[in-house]
């Protein structure tokens, strides 16, 4: 691949962000005709149909949406590089995009990114929260913050926290339905069950610091896709959850939740993954090694 002229890298991104080549024309002060020479001289470079046009609509081809993570990447990366080498550009600029899961974003990161935030004001955050897991590539994503080891041996991960999911359940609840002895008899209780990276997670996996391991299949009355949703469930007397000790922290010490069989746990780190450590922004990397920082005081 040869990509001769930056600005047509520009183009094709303003096309696709603005929905027509008038819009980019516009955005890049073109003339419509220059901006489609300019788009078209790209797709003949890269022998390949990046945006199907006609006279009243436009779409981006599937390889035009393979190739647009990329291109806005890129073009990322030489801003960067830019205000890096510039003596007028020594604060912080650019778009930080990053993905986390909802429940820790609402009740630890928020504050924090708030801060960064604030700190450096030529910052903009832009903040995906679900509890599903993105693309870096596709989705141009920065920094995903995920716990569990990495399935994707493409990607970076920088260990923020070493934590565990642990089980927890309100005290009236336990009041009611018993506390059990063992992991075997959660199948006897409500367990609230959340969709983990796009999949229920009804089978529980519990250890020991003495190396017992168990594995047992849940059931309750309750399940959900959203982790705040069975998070606020078990803050409400409706059974027991198991979940990131981060999240569950605060309500262990409010006393609203108690933790249940606090021996058996599942061991949980939490990463910042990048999808490279080359060419890393500044930005990026301050935010991450913001959150290092904060999470070694939280250990």
Excluded at 50 to 70: C, D, H, K, N, V
Excluded at 125 to 136: F, P
């Amino acid at each position: 691949m040869n990509v001769e002229n930056v600005s047509d890298l520009k183009i094709f991104v303003a096309c696709a962000e603005s929905g027509n080549l008038t819009g980019a024309a516009e955005l890049m002060h073109l003339t419509p005709s220059a901006a489609s020479a300019g788009l078209k001289r790209l797709e003949a470079q890269l022998g390949v149909r990046l945006i199907e046009r006609s006279t009243r609509s436009q779409r981006l081809t599937p390889e035009g949406e393979a190739f647009l993570g990329y291109a806005q990447r890129a073009l990322a990366l030489l801003d960067e590089g830019g205000a890096q080498v510039s003596a007028s550009q020594r604060e912080l600029r650019g778009v930080i995009r990053l993905a986390a899961p909802s429940d820790l974003t609402r009740r630890v990161l928020l504050p924090w990114l708030d801060a960064f935030a604030d700190a450096h004001p030529g910052v903009s955050l832009q903040l995906a929260v679900a509890d599903t897991l993105h693309d870096l590539v596709r989705d141009t994503v920065d920094i995903a913050i995920r716990y569990g080891d990495l399935a994707d041996s493409r990607l970076v991960a920088i260990k923020l926290i070493d934590t565990a999911r642990v089980l927890a359940a309100s005290p009236a609840y336990l009041k009611r339905a018993g506390t059990p002895a063992h992991p075997r008899e959660l199948s006897q209780h409500d367990c609230l069950n959340f969709e983990v990276a796009g999949r229920r997670h009804v089978s529980w996996t519990l250890s020991t610091a003495q190396g017992e391991t168990v594995t047992v299949r849940t059931d309750g009355k309750r399940s959900v896709d959203d982790a705040d949703i069975a998070h606020r469930w078990a803050l409400e007397d409706r059974g027991i959850i198991f979940k990131s000790a981060l999240d569950l922290a605060p309500h262990f010490k409010a006393g609203e939740l108690k933790p249940v069989l606090p021996d058996w746990r599942e061991p949980l780190p939490l990463n910042a993954v990048l999808p490279s450590n080359r060419f890393l922004p500044a930005r990026v990397r301050a935010l991450v090694d913001d959150l290092k920082r904060r999470f070694s005081a939280l250990a």
